[in-house]
Structures are given as structure tokens and as C-alpha cells.
């Protein structure tokens, strides 16, 4: 039905509705009226990747708060704050930029740009000003009723900025500001996160693939689709490292490789769960290789949540016959007999070790981080979330407070490997 209205439509109905970011915007961008607390919002927090639409977004609610356009204005906003990285980001992306002020704008409502006071001026009396963060001061003295902020986590003096223009907004009935920025774990960011006065809203770079350029999404989404920079830079995410983890973000970047060597061995290891209730554990399943020079290569991660003893059982034994492993390694601390039964019925064929914990997770763990440490173990491509258990593994046994059944399984297998370097011959295969 929207494609034949918009082959019908006129010459200036299609004008009008190229301007009509509301009724076009991504679920990211469409006006909402409710923060954390189900309250009305002070600071909508936009979250995105790279070319995700933050910056039309931020130019598109200023233009609409100017003019008083519904749904994200209901009267026109006098004064606006800019405030960009430095004075000329906010120039280049904010104002003259390619989804800035001047470009999204109707030439008939276009505000006049005077740079020499680094000032836009609509029609009806609206002021846009245009400040840098890295100058706070610049911010003592004016007033506003409204703000937009652009990558504020790049900002050099994120909260002294941010903290003084919070003084500044005190005109209207009901002062807001936009941050639109790609995350990085800062204090600012999860401060305004944690606010039940903030509206979050958040997007990858994938949300507005259909208005990126196909080698762009080929060359760098291909790229770093998965790695702690795409999943910044392009889906959004907010990466951090725990301070009593034993591994870092950046010693597991560091380690990644794009194909294995010729392998000696390959298993495929086994932390089942408990129970395959919905909310219970999920079972690691995780393939690793070692080379003849004694280094291990993180293959696949097939780990899944929900799974019956026989679904899982038959995941495992399909990924150890489809990389030709020499041995599965099962945990048996738990159901040990049912463990054993279930895979010895999916496939009696394939040669099972049974391995019992009798320490922690923690310092059966050392030994592993040790051989990262050491340059020893490479991750083949990108596991999200074995890593993010990794970096948030600390000395509690826990990982975001759950038990780490990937990192177990993987753990699993390097030490089964360790203990078995002489095990079943030089049998080299290419994967």
C-alpha cells in the first residue's frame, strides 16, 4: 500500500514526505514520551553504531523542537544548545555535515548559519548555538530550553561539560536534551543510564544498512562484525572489562587469528546443565584445537540454552564429527550416568573422557588465562558471547552473576588438550 501511494503521489507530496522524518524514522528514532521510570523523560539517551542515524536523529529532533513540530515538539523551542566533540565536528557533522542542520532542512525553513557567531537563526526567532566541549566554560551564562549533545563519549571533559550545561537548562516548562553517541563504557554514560530521568534507545549500524554504502557494509562490517570494536562501533554495544577478571578485552583482541594451522588434535568439550528448564544454565559446547607447536585455537562455540539432554548431546556429536575431533570431554559433576547415557545413545561410536571438578572455577581457569597470556591460545574469528563471559569471569566463580558455562567448557577443553599432548599420534588435519 506504500508503494503505490508513493508511485501516485505528486511532485510535492513526494517533497513534503522527504522532509517528514516522523513518519519515516526507525523504532531508534521515533519520539517517546517515557524514561526508565515509565516517567516523562529529561535526557534521551540515543545508543548507536557507526552511520546508524544518530546524527540525523539529533538534527531532525532540533529542527522539529525550532519549529514546534509534532510529535516531538509541541511549541517552538527558543533557545538550543549544540554541543559538539570540538568547534569544528560541530561545524562539519552538526551543522554542515551530511545529515546536519542546514542539510535535513526544507530550503523554505532552512535557518541562516552565521559561523563568525557560531549561531543559527530561524525565521520564527529560533537560536541555535554552537558550542564545543571542550571549552565547559563557554557554557556558564547562557540558557536554554533545550539541548542536543553528539558523541558526548569522545568528549575530553565529558562530565565538567555536561555537568554545567545541566545549569544552563532552565527555560520552559520542561527543559530536554538529546545525547546522541556511540558507547564507551565511561562513568557519564552509566550514569545516564542508571537515571530513571533518561529515555534509552539504541540501534546498530545494520538498522540503516538501506542508506549505507554496500562496500561499506561488505569492507568494515565484514571486517569487525564481532570483534570489541564492531560491537562498539557498530552494533552499539557498551564494552567493558571487569577489574578481577582474568582475561581484558584487549588480550583477547590481540590473540584473534583468521584461520588455524595444520592441528595435531581437536576436541570438543561438554559443561552440561542442570536442568533444560527455560532461565536454567546453558550447555557449553566449545571446540578447540592444538597445533604441533603447542598452541591452542578456539574453533567453534556451539554452546545453547533451553536444549533437552538429547538435543544437546546430538549438538555436541554433530560438531565433533563435522571438524573430525579426536574426543569429547564431558563434564559428569552433575548427572554424570545421565551424561554419559544420553551421548553414548546419540552416538556410541564416538570416544568419550569424563572429567570430575574438583577445584574452582577460578583456579582451574588460571592455568588457562596464563596460557593467553603467554601468546599460546588464538580464538579463530569472534565468539561475543564466550567472551563477554571471559572479561566478566572474576574471582567469585560467577560471570554477570551466572555460572560461566562456556568459559567451563572451554576450559574444559584446553585442559584436556594440556593434559593429552601425546594422546592419539600426529594426526594433522586442515580445517
Known amino acids: 500500500m506504500t508503494e503505490a501511494f508513493l508511485r501516485q503521489a505528486g511532485t510535492r507530496t513526494l517533497a513534503r514526505l522527504q522532509h517528514d522524518f516522523a513518519t519515516f524514522a526507525h523504532p531508534h528514532q521515533e519520539h517517546g514520551e517515557a524514561g526508565n521510570n515509565g516517567g516523562p523523560w529529561t ?84 537560536v541555535g548555538q554552537v558550542f564545543s566541549a571542550d571549552d565547559p566554560e563557554s557554557l556558564r551564562g547562557p540558557q536554554f530550553d533545550a539541548a542536543w ?131 536454567a544454565d546453558a550447555c557449553g559446547i566449545v571446540a578447540v584445537g592444538r597445533s604441533d607447536s603447542g598452541a591452542y585455537y578456539v574453533l567453534e562455540d556451539a554452546s545453547a540454552a533451553g536444549l533437552s539432554p538429547a538435543a544437546w548431546a546430538a549438538k555436541a556429536v554433530a560438531l565433533y564429527h563435522r571438524l573430525d575431533a579426536d574426543t569429547l570431554i564431558a563434564e559428569v559433576n552433575m548427572g554424570g550416568e545421565m551424561v554419559r547415557a544420553v551421548l553414548r545413545e546419540t552416538d556410541g561410536a564416538v570416544p568419550l573422557k569424563e572429567v570430575r571438578a574438583s577445584r574452582g572455577k577460578y583456579l582451574r581457569a588460571e592455568p588457562v588465562a596464563a596460557l593467553y597470556e603467554q601468546g599460546k591460545v588464538k580464538h579463530v574469528g569472534c565468539f561475543p558471547l564466550l567472551e563477554d563471559e571471559m572479561c566478566d569471569f572474576g574471582i567469585d566463580g560467577l560471570s554477570s552473576g551466572r555460572s560461566p558455562d562456556r568459559l567451563d567448557a572451554l576450559v574444559w577443553a584446553i585442559t584436556g588438550l594440556m593434559n593429552g599432548r601425546n594422546a592419539g599420534g600426529p594426526r594433522i588435519r586442515q580445517l
Open 43 to 126: 535526557t534521551w539517551l540515543l545508543l548507536g553504531g557507526r552511520g546508524a542515524g544518530k546524527t540525523r536523529t539529533g538534527a531532525e529532533w532540533v529542527r522539529a523542537l525550532a519549529h514546534g513540530t509534532p510529535p516531538y515538539a509541541e511549541r517552538p523551542h527558543r533557545r538550543i544548545a549544540l554541543i559538539g566533540e570540538s568547534w569544528q565536528d560541530a561545524r562539519e557533522v552538526m551543522v554542515e555535515g551530511e545529515s546536519g542542520l542546514l542539510r535535513c532542512s526544507p530550503r523554505a525553513e532552512r535557518p541562516e548559519w552565521i559561523a563568525s557567531r557560531r549561531r543559527l537563526e530561524w525565521r520564527n526567532g529560533a
Open 149 to 279: 549533545c553528539d558523541e558526548l563519549a569522545k568528549w575530553r571533559y565529558a562530565e565538567a561539560c555536561f555537568d554545567t550545561l545541566q545549569f544552563g537548562l532552565r527555560l520552559g516548562l520542561q527543559p530536554r536534551q538529546l545525547v546522541t553517541t556511540t558507547p564507551r563504557p565511561l562513568p557519564l554514560i552509566k550514569r545516564l543510564l542508571a537515571d530513571p530521568r533518561t529515555r534509552v534507545t539504541r540501534a546498530p549500524t545494520k538498522a540503516n544498512a538501506d542508506h549505507l554504502s554496500p562496500a561499506f557494509l561488505d569492507a568494515v562490517v565484514g571486517r569487525y562484525a564481532g570483534t570489541r570494536m564492531g560491537r562498539q562501533e557498530l552494533d552499539g554495544e557498551m564494552i567493558e572489562d571487569r577489574a578481577d577478571a582474568l582475561w581484558s578485552r584487549a588480550l583477547i583482541e590481540s590473540c584473534r587469528v583468521a584461520q588455524p594451522p595444520g592441528l595435531a588434535r581437536v576436541v570438543v568439550a561438554i559443561d552440561p546443565p542442570g536442568t533444560s528448564k527455560v532461565g
